[in-house]
């Protein structure tokens, strides 16, 4: 629209569809087309060309590293260019493998997206099409219905009972109702009541509105550009940044001291900034993102395969932690295909009539398309047209009911139909015999029995009533002084082995935790059938009397919740979470979303409404705990995975680099020249770079893991400290038995420091023997070759250029013997650690 115009809300809906050339009808497919060109995808994201170079630029974003390319372009302009241009060449390289290694991983997560994506239904050329969100674009006309997200900033064309959740734009808790209609110009943002907003969901009611603006330009698009919103942080994403800082502030202290050492032993400057740059590089983790994205994105690969989703990578940890799992009955416990009982009257006998009410009520209604509305209509069918259909409120999660109005022949009805309690609210007579109508009171108590009985049963009890009405339209507010007529008794069947799932989730470490809006008897039934322990039940009306603090004691010892109202979902989950457990929560409906944005894993399935979709971590392509259960254990493998490269960068590669550090103030010339320090550094992250592909033990699988920063710490003094010790041995046999030269020295030290920080790493990989637990075959390739240039490249004419020299056959067996022994105490001292330390 033209910025000059007033704004949208404040225009007639004919003036806005003009503004943008559209019309009730929608765009035709070339227009739309045109448009997707012109404004461009619907989404906050950069474009790919764009995100691509970034994820370049980052590999070289380290300060160190941009400072040792400065000073090596110094070197450049000093005429010390050979040096230089191999510093700059690793640093290159180096630069380019990480590049190479999060792009691939970058593109996995965007394939895996496209599986998942959340659609708008749109009108083109007058006829409804289901189309990604980010292919909306401004004069687009969207068909909403209870569930799905809004796609854009929209003005409303036509609504019936439209209420929008805008929470995450406004703040307010309660839904918001929006209509047709013309408003100032002055309207704040929650007095729009004829704007809906990209961001915000329906909650009830049905519309059609045409889109204003996409992307950036919509409100939420300037809130996030202005806060540049993202994702809280898991707790594995914690850990990283800690131990990153850690070791960055280790390292600075370490390279100013051995700077202004090698500087009072009268050494080049420029040389000896250069080798304590090159050090912080051996000693900087630089790796640590390009590992945890390959690794995490190789997970959500392998998890794929396994019909599981992964949207948000950095969830996979949270998933493999998940100690708590928390889902709904339906579906997951039992086989999630609802069948009709039985239709019965007040006086609980079987009703044709209570069956034939429930199927005109399901076959006229045309708003949240509930499961259960397809199953009563295929159960029996009717002749119905006699019946005209006048109006509709639809089913909301609030009042949990869908009433209908007809007119047949000479009499209005609304038919309502919905859960029991709810519908029984709404009731202030009962039909105890065809024209035998009494006050419901007198009757409430064993209409209530009657439903605990079927409950008890397993069935699930939905009421249907009825009231003359003679208005031509209604609204919610008329949903009373209704006419109770019976019930519909409804049976989910247990899932088959579903007791052998469960037990399987158990013996993982995960306590699963049934929320149901059903009844209590409903879940007691549930728990008896599938051959679980009974367990206290805690209800909706209990829950709400407990504090937060004894309701964070009670979910401990509780399994099952029943009688559950959305909104407790949440406060559950959340004090889950404050009793200390890593809560996961499966959900696909409405009225999940908020749990759904509690837990710490969240998860929903392919069918799902788009709002519960949009919120999860994880979608299962299946509504299977078994699928389930396979991602939890991908995603340990790849948190355990994702461990081992902490553990080798703590222990061979800083213990070489200490120790390096500290012979640097010993001897009179340096170790190795900063190109020989990085070209170490090279050699030893290429093993680790095929971590992901790893073989895990079963152990590391069995129960979830947390990130734990003092056992990282503990790993690293030890076994960085048995480096230091073997490095100094390798520091004494090259100068006190060999009597190397300087550059014997440091082709011998780049020797023993590349082989045994590639050897450790077959050690540190796993808790058993290196002879019982098999290394996966990429890391034995990578490692048998890193071991194999580094025993070539001082007999090749590189050599020279790299400031090397040949050694004797004598220096190769010492040192050969040195990097034996060093992978025999590393074993043995593994076996120890592991025995007196826990993790």
């Not at 994702?231 to 850990?239: H, M």
């Not at 209530?448 to 009533?465: M, P, Y």
């Not at 069918?607 to 396979?630: C, F, G, T, Y």
Request: glycine share 6%; with cysteine.
């Amino acid at each position: 629209m033209n910025p000059q115009n007033p704004p949208f809300w404040s225009l007639p809906a004919d003036r806005v569809l003009q503004e943008l050339h559209s019309s009730a009808q929608g765009l035709s497919v070339r227009d739309a087309n045109q448009r997707l060109i012109k404004y461009g995808a619907n989404s906050f994201k950069q474009q790919r060309k764009s995100s691509a170079i970034r994820l370049l630029l980052n590999q070289f974003k380290s300060p160190i590293v941009l400072i040792l390319m400065f000073a090596a372009a110094l070197s450049i302009f000093l005429n010390d260019r050979t040096d230089a241009l191999i510093i700059l060449a690793i640093v290159l390289i180096s630069g380019l493998l990480g590049f190479w290694q999060e792009r691939g991983a970058t593109d996995v997560v965007e394939k895996l997206l496209a599986l998942v994506q959340v659609k708008a239904t749109v009108l083109r050329q007058g006829e409804t099409r289901e189309i990604p969100h980010e292919d909306v674009v401004p004069g687009d006309v969207v068909v909403l219905a209870a569930g799905d997200s809004i796609p854009g900033d929209c003005l409303v064309l036509e609504s019936k009972d439209l209420s929008v959740n805008e929470a995450t734009l406004t703040g307010e808790t309660y839904p918001a109702d929006k209509m047709s209609g013309v408003l100032s110009e002055a309207a704040g943002l929650s007095e729009r009541t004829n704007t809906l907003y990209m961001g915000t969901h329906v909650i009830s009611g049905s519309a059609k509105a045409v889109v204003v603006n996409t992307g950036k330009q919509t409100e939420f698009g300037k809130v996030s550009e202005r806060l540049k919103l993202r994702s809280p942080e898991t707790e594995f994403e914690r850990g990283l940044s800690k131990f990153g800082y850690f070791l960055m502030e280790v390292t600075l202290i370490l390279v100013v001291l051995i700077f202004v050492a090698n500087v009072y032993l009268k050494r080049p400057v420029l040389e000896s900034f250069m080798f304590s740059l090159a050090l912080a590089v051996g000693l900087t983790p630089q790796l640590l993102p390009a590992i945890v994205s390959v690794n995490l994105a190789r997970g959500a690969k392998q998890m794929a395969k396994k019909q599981v989703i992964v949207k948000r990578l950095a969830a996979i940890e949270n998933f493999g932690s998940m100690n708590v799992f928390c889902t709904d009955k339906t579906g997951t416990l039992t086989e999630g295909e609802v069948k009709i009982h039985a239709a019965i009257d007040a006086e609980g006998k079987d009703s044709n009539r209570v069956l034939f009410y429930a199927y005109l009520n399901a076959a006229s209604e045309s708003g949240y398309a509930n499961p259960i509305d397809v199953v009563i209509r295929q159960h029996q069918t009717f002749d119905i047209s006699s019946y005209q259909k006048l109006d509709e409120v639809p089913y909301d999660f609030h009042r949990k009911l869908l009433s209908i109005l007809f007119a047949n022949e000479n009499t209005q009805l609304i038919i309502t139909k919905g859960a029991l309690k709810n519908v029984l609210n709404a009731c202030a007579t009962v039909e105890i015999a065809p024209n035998r109508i009494i006050d419901i009171n007198s009757d409430r108590q064993k209409l209530l029995q009657q439903a605990e009985d079927l409950g008890s049963k397993g069935f699930r009890i939905l009421g249907v009533a009825y009231r003359v009405f003679d208005k031509a339209s209604f609204s919610k507010v008329d949903e009373t002084d209704m006419t109770f007529l019976g019930y519909l008794a409804l049976f989910d069947p247990p899932k088959v082995g579903i007791a052998d799932t469960l037990k399987e989730l158990e013996d993982l470490g995960v306590t699963p935790k049934m929320i149901t809006g059903d009844s209590r008897a409903v879940a007691i039934s549930i728990i008896r059938q599938i051959g679980l322990p009974e367990t206290d039940v805690l209800t909706g009306s209990q829950l709400r009397q407990l504090s937060d603090e004894a309701l964070m004691h009670r979910v401990q010892t509780t399994n099952v919740f029943a009688e559950v109202e959305p909104n407790q979902k949440e406060r559950i989950i959340i004090a889950l979470k404050k009793a200390g457990n890593v809560v996961g929560y499966m959900g696909d409906g409405i009225n999940d979303a908020s749990a759904l944005h509690a837990a710490d894993v969240s998860i929903s399935v392919e069918s799902a409404v788009d709002v519960a979709k949009e919120a999860a971590d994880i979608v299962l392509m299946q509504k299977d705990l078994n699928v389930l259960i396979n991602g939890v254990k991908e995603g340990r493998v790849t948190f355990a995975n994702t461990l081992k490269y902490v553990f080798m960068a703590t222990s061979a590669n800083f213990g070489n680099m200490f120790s390096m550090a500290g012979i640097s103030l010993v001897i009179p010339f340096l170790p190795l020249l900063p190109s020989q320090i990085l070209l170490t550094n090279l050699l030893t992250d290429f093993p680790e770079m095929t971590i992901a592909t790893d073989r895990v033990d079963r152990e590391l699988v069995s129960k979830p893991r947390r990130m734990d920063i003092k056992f990282i710490r503990n790993f690293m003094v030890v076994f960085g400290l048995l480096s230091s010790v073997f490095d100094y041995l390798t520091f004494g046999a090259l100068l006190l038995l060999l009597h190397a030269q300087p550059e014997q020295f440091r082709t011998g030290w780049f020797m023993e420091s590349t082989i045994s920080a590639s050897m450790v790493v077959l050690v540190v990989r796993t808790r058993q023997s290196i002879w019982h637990s098999k290394p996966g075959k990429y890391l034995f390739w990578a490692t048998l070759l890193t071991v194999s240039v580094a025993l070539i490249i001082p007999f090749t004419p590189l050599a020279g250029l790299l400031g090397f020299r040949a050694l004797p056959l004598h220096f190769v067996l010492v040192l050969g013997a040195i990097v034996a022994l060093y992978v025999i105490a590393a074993e043995a001292a593994k076996h120890v650690f592991y025995q007196r330390v826990k993790f």
